[in-house]
């Protein structure tokens, strides 16, 4: 059916859950998957009020964390 989806997840379980099934894709013909990490607008505008690379980059972690977890 698609060949290349897109996977909005944030920090929820549900979001966990969903990559934990996304291998099931394959079944439906896709192929290629951007995974894409969703931010509320306030979210967004705390992170830029005090821009702290720490967080910056545990987000970066937590968007790794479960890219291996659908690549699983």
């Known amino acids: 059916m698609f060949k290349r989806v897109i996977i909005a997840t944030d920090l929820s379980k549900d ?17 290629k998957c951007l ?3 969703f931010r509320s607008v306030d979210e ?11 967080i910056l980059s545990e987000f970066g ?6 890219e291996k977890n659908a690549e699983r």
């Open 15 to 31: 979001s966990y859950a969903l990559i934990g099934c996304m291998g099931r894709l394959k079944a439906y013909g896709v192929e």
């Open 35 to 37: 995974l894409l990490q």
């Open 44 to 54: 967004v505008v705390e992170i830029a009020q005090t821009y702290n690379e720490a």
């Open 61 to 66: 972690n937590i968007l790794g964390e479960q």
